[in-house]
């Protein structure tokens, strides 16, 4: 006779194997834990750097936010292995941190005496030295205190750079759509027309890798991004793919591990492999720079950077087009390889698609979309002025009786920028509201 448990040793063994459980996994955790073993603190540039001397590799982004005049830093999955860090007053730094342990890590607070912006990156062991999380703080030009009635003056400082790429041109027409629409003709149109409006925003510089019917390679393309210093480097596309009912805009940023399905991969492959040049890229022998980069673009700002550059973007397209994808998405594109140059490629419609393509055709539809562009790359430099540029960003408290439209008018945005900068919905915002708004150097 096969006895039943009772209900009561059926708890004790579930019991059991749980606190079992939870033993092995907490000894898992502090196996897997990195130890913070130094914190180093000196000036770099306009700011100051932050270096965390780690005995083993970083496995979690950290999460950095400034909360008043407090910057919180998290660090999940490290340890304490300090006392009391020592920071000194330095640049945009008060002096003085408190550092605390939190289920996830430390949680690193510093006291600051201006606003700053902020990079961070991983780095090996080498040269004698550990794993190391660094971290750079540069202030923040021109921040003023919050008003609705403030008159902002920007203060000094270079030109954002943006780098357009019109895909394809010359013996290369990209993508013809069943009407013989070609794809080189339609994203040259969108981005001169794009090009325009870039130049008459203050404080903003263009290059542009073609502005007529010509070939360009795709490693000049990106190596024209590296050489000008581009602050954003947008290629504009209109692909195809075998399916003709395959529709909607896609945004797509830089993958240095994969790429996000099976439809990422063939796209990547059949852009990659319109350059004949890059012959030896597509069977595995890198140029060593190539290989450097996909290693080093891990290690900077630039693709965090282009991850929400390219989140802008895509939903200023989702209010003028159908979106084939609602997230970014990753491929290993060569145009999008440039170290330290956020990326980002945008297939503004399937030429492919029969009714994607009669839009294509239509002037006014290009303008369109050159001009929701202009706004999500200006609503991204709103959300995040580059270090060392002539813009910086404050905030505009709504006052009653004001309407979004004048608030953007007084600071040089349309109305869907503004939105972009801050996630705003359709309608009116309510009186008291923070919004982020531009200082736009001349």
């Keep these: 006779m096969v006895r039943k448990p009772s209900e009561s040793s059926t708890r004790r063994q579930f019991l059991r194997q749980a606190a079992l459980g939870g033993a092995l996994l907490c000894t898992w955790n502090m196996a897997a834990a990195a130890q913070l073993r130094a914190l180093r603190v000196g000036r770099y540039h306009q700011g100051v750097r932050l270096v965390f001397d780690l005995d083993r590799r970083l496995t979690a982004v950290p999460v950095i936010r400034s909360v008043g005049e407090v910057l919180h830093i998290e660090l999940p999955g490290i340890e304490h292995g300090l006392n009391r860090p020592v920071v000194p007053a330095l640049g945009p730094l008060q002096g003085g941190a408190e550092m605390n342990e939190s289920a996830a890590g430390l949680v690193l607070r510093l006291p600051l005496r201006e606003s700053v912006r902020w990079r961070s990156f991983s780095l090996g062991p080498g040269g004698g030295a550990s794993h190391r999380l660094v971290l750079d703080l540069v202030p923040v030009a021109g921040t003023v205190v919050e008003s609705s009635r403030s008159h902002a003056v920007a203060g000094a400082g270079r030109s954002i750079v943006v780098c357009l790429d019109p895909g394809h041109g010359g013996h290369d027409p990209g993508a013809i759509g069943a009407k013989g629409t070609r794809e080189k003709d339609v994203v040259l149109d969108v981005g001169l027309s794009l090009a325009q409006l870039i130049r008459s925003t203050p404080g903003m510089r263009l290059v542009m890798s073609r502005n007529t019917d010509r070939y360009v390679p795709l490693m000049d393309r990106m190596h024209l991004g590296l050489e ?21 805009s896609t945004v797509w940023a830089l993958s240095a591990t994969g790429a ?11 852009q990659n492999a319109a350059d004949p040049l890059l012959g030896d890229v597509q069977s595995g022998v890198h140029d060593p720079m190539l290989n450097e980069v996909l290693i080093n673009m891990t290690q900077t700002a630039a693709m965090n950077s282009a991850a929400a550059a390219a989140d802008v973007m895509i939903r200023g397209l989702a209010g003028v087009e159908d979106l084939h994808n609602a997230a970014v998405q990753h491929a290993n594109f060569v145009v999008l390889r440039a170290p330290d140059v956020p990326s980002m490629l945008v297939e503004t419609a399937f ?34 002025p580059p270090a060392g540029s002539a813009w910086s960003a404050t905030r ?43 200082i736009m150097g001349v």
């Design 228 to 248: 000008e210093h581009a602050d954003l480097f947008v290629s504009i596309h209109a692909d195809a793919f075998p399916e003709r009912a395959v529709c909607g």
């Design 260 to 270: 996000s399905n099976a439809a990422a991969r063939w796209l990547a492959k059949t």
């Design 396 to 438: 505009h408290v709504l006052s009653k009786g004001e309407n979004l439209a004048g608030v953007a008018r007084r600071y040089g945005l349309s109305v869907e920028a503004l939105r972009l900068a801050n996630n705003l919905p359709r309608g009116e915002g309510q009186p008291g509201e923070h919004l982020r708004v531009p």
């Design 351 to 384: 030429i492919s698609n029969p009714e994607e393509e009669q839009r294509l055709r239509d002037p006014d539809f290009r303008q369109v979309l050159a001009r929701t562009m202009h706004d999500a790359v200006v609503a991204h430099f709103v959300k995040a």
